[in-house]
């Protein structure tokens, strides 16, 4: 393994990556991926109303800029983004907004956030955009602002905003950039039928993506059970140079990122570290098809390919949605009945999550919905205790001890669980899924996670509490204190200093006010004189 | 025997004087205990526990003065973690000092205010705003919900309300379910 690790150091540009390496675990669940393959993508209908959280991305809500009743056109900017880590919201078709309110969101907690709610007029009319002639006369700082307008994020699932990732610190040098369609879930294949579809707009956006992080090399990863994608990703990078259009065996979760450079440059990515500490950067494939209609068509990210599958609907299939699509609208496009549904879920069976409503809107990262009934999701099964197997360690894709963290987590032993590095847990169920006892581990490490975050957080107000008490006190000190010198330096001065003193200078201090009073009625007189004169001539 | 007496004098001299020169010329200021049990406090400043702030708390429980039990806003969490700090057994709470509530923060009803800024002098983390005759209202972000502004208020405006959770506060819930000893 070193010595293909230098290999590949030393000959760079030429010779990218003729090895594959494997990550440690990893499962092989059923696919279920011809299912939505079996029809060319198709337009959604344009919907009535469009509901559009304003929290779609990681990181900040994003900012409001428009009112009910205002009049909005296709690809206008409808929030801005608010803070560094935040991505604007456009809107994705034209008409009137009728709403700025919390509305339900697809999240696991069912809960809602701040959305607008805008009404088609149906005429789908565009707001005058401007294309980049030639992006490559932009220096990559400007290329990272129209990324950053056009409100773009990935679209693998995580929605980071994407322009961050084109920003790599100044003292890191991208070499290589992954352009990752390894889409490694069950059921979701919109990146599939993209990368069939829409190869040019990926390698276009490909190129874009390698200017503006002045990389060398790109690296198309496609696992082996695409093959139609991969022809279309070859045929599309002909006459490039430096792009490999690479096969990667197919095993879960080799899509994560992390997993991802494991297997194509065979380096570790390091705990609480990311990609661009190895040199490399990735990026969805469908993160660069929206580059793409960004730069060369003046687009902003306002629709996705979204795959609608599962037993649940009659055609299940790939669709281009407008974000703000009603998710039981797509379902009955597809021939499927919301109210004969065991179960939505919102990205796959792996990592997705059940959605507590089928009328929730698609958002940016919504990847795939599965509309299942039991057949795709049997019941799940009764919870056993642990047997101390060990399966769920020889699965996991980041060498961690599931077992250890699944003890610790239950018992809530929070300083424990990090001892065990739970936060380099990628959260990709592969422990639960070899579980012989069928206990959701994940469960548990997202419990783990979610209440030592609390904790950080509570710790932290707690100190800017205690720091804003202490400076009150501080202050009230101080204040006293000069309160008391003053009040002492009167004194002294009353009972040391010349009393007639004292009461001189308040004598002279009020004959010069007698004084400064009597001149100003004096001029007013001789002014009323004047006056007086004037009006008599 | 003489020897042996003498022997361990010596080592006994020599062992106290270095010791003693330790003890001068390896000090620590100030009390190391008090600022771990004040880490551990909530920082709400509410005085509940009796003593007029966290700290002068924590420095009553180092001496032994006061109890572990005596801080509500802290709860369970506090008790256990001061427990394990101070390796005592963890109690309930004791109830003489207040019930456990949810996160509260203080809101102030802006038109009944008439400006008197005597909620702005009880609020020990400076987190209300205002002038004298003027509006004030309260920083959501930098209160501690210590309800001390309340009892001050001589038009009633200040409401203690609970914080909401939303997505960004949204945590994963602890697994439920019943095990089962044999696959049903």
Request: proline share 7%; aromatic share 4%.
């Amino acid at each position: 393994m070193e010595m293909a690790v230098s290999c590949f150091r030393n000959h760079g540009e030429t010779c990218i990556m003729e090895q594959l390496w494997r990550f440690h675990g990893g499962v092989h669940p059923e696919q279920h991926k011809a299912l939505s393959t079996r029809h060319p993508v198709q337009t959604a209908r344009l919907p009535k109303r469009l509901t559009l959280p304003l929290n779609q991305h990681i990181g900040e809500l994003a900012e409001p800029i428009v009112k009910p009743g205002d009049k909005v056109l296709k690809g206008q900017m409808i929030a801005r983004a608010s803070g560094y880590v935040s991505a604007p919201v456009h809107a994705p078709t034209s008409g009137t907004v009728l709403d700025v309110a919390q509305k339900p969101i697809p999240h696991p907690s069912g809960l809602s956030a701040l959305s607008i709610v805008i009404e088609s007029d149906g005429e789908d009319r565009w707001v005058a955009s401007q294309a980049v002639a030639d992006y490559t006369s932009l220096d990559p700082s400007a290329l990272r602002n129209i990324v950053r307008e056009a409100g773009i994020v990935g679209l693998g699932g995580a929605g980071f905003p994407t322009y961050i990732k084109l920003n790599p610190s100044s003292h890191k040098s991208v070499k290589t950039l992954i352009l990752n369609g390894v889409e490694c879930e069950p059921y979701i294949t919109c990146d599939d039928m993209l990368m069939r579809e829409r190869a040019d707009e990926i390698v276009s956006g490909m190129r874009i993506i390698l200017h503006a992080l002045q990389a060398e090399e790109c690296v198309i990863a496609i696992e082996d059970n695409k093959p139609e994608a991969y022809e279309a990703m070859v045929a599309a990078t002909r006459n490039e140079q430096g792009v490999t259009v690479k096969h990667v065996p197919t095993i879960y979760p080799e899509g994560s990122e992390k997993q991802l450079v494991q297997v194509l440059t065979g380096q570790e990515v390091p705990s609480n570290g990311l990609a661009i500490h190895v040199g490399v950067v990735c990026q969805n494939v469908g993160t660069a098809a929206a580059v793409h209609r960004a730069i060369h068509h003046g687009e902003p990210l306002i629709s996705r390919f979204i795959t609608v599958t599962g037993s649940g609907v009659k055609e299940p299939r790939n669709m281009e949605v407008l974000f703000g699509t009603s998710m039981s609208e797509l379902i009955e496009q597809c021939g499927g009945d919301i109210d004969h549904l065991d179960r939505l879920i919102m990205g796959g069976p792996m990592m997705g999550f059940a959605l507590h409503d089928t009328h929730l809107p698609v958002i940016k990262t919504t990847n795939c919905i599965i509309a299942a009934t039991r057949a795709d999701l049997p019941q799940p099964r009764p919870v056993m205790p642990c047997i101390r197997c060990g399966a769920c360690a020889d699965a996991c894709p980041v060498s961690l001890l599931p077992q250890q963290l699944y003890w610790y987590a239950k018992h809530k032993e929070l300083d424990k669980v990090q001892e065990y590095n739970l936060f380099d847990c990628i959260e990709c169920g592969c422990c639960s899924y070899v579980c012989p006892s069928n206990i959701p581990l994940v469960q548990y490490y997202r419990f783990a996670k979610g209440e030592i975050w609390i904790k950080e957080r509570e710790r932290e107000k707690s100190d800017i509490a205690r720091q804003r008490f202490e400076f009150r006190n501080q202050r009230l000190e101080t204040e006293k204190a000069e309160r008391e010198t003053r009040r002492s330096k009167k004194k002294a001065a009353l009972k040391t200093g010349n009393e007639s003193d004292t009461h001189d200078a308040t004598q002279t201090e009020i004959k010069a006010a007698m004084e400064r009073v009597q001149s100003k009625q004096e001029i007013a007189k001789t002014g009323n004189e004047k006056n007086a004169e004037n009006t008599a001539e | 025997m003489l020897t042996a007496v003498l022997a361990l004098s010596v080592l006994g001299i020599a062992f106290g004087l270095l010791l003693g020169f330790a003890a001068i010329r390896f000090k620590i200021q100030g009390d190391p205990l008090v600022d771990q049990i004040d880490a551990l406090l909530p920082q709400t400043q509410c005085g509940q526990c009796t003593y007029p702030g966290c700290r002068p708390y924590a420095t009553a429980i180092a001496k032994g003065e006061a109890d572990i039990n005596q801080c509500p806003p802290g709860g369970e969490t506090t008790i256990q973690a001061l427990a394990d700090l101070l390796d005592r057994d963890p109690k309930p709470l004791n109830p003489e000092h207040g019930v456990i509530k949810p996160k509260m923060v203080a809101v102030i009803d802006e038109p009944v205010c008439i400006g008197c800024t005597l909620c702005i002098q009880a609020c020990p983390v400076d987190a209300i705003l205002g002038a004298p005759k003027q509006m004030h209202t309260v920083i959501a972000e930098e209160c501690t919900g210590c309800e001390l502004c309340i009892p001050p208020c001589p038009v009633d405006c200040i409401d203690m309300v609970t914080v909401k959770q939303d997505v960004s506060t949204w945590k994963w819930p602890y697994p439920v379910f019943a095990i089962t000893e044999k696959p049903a």
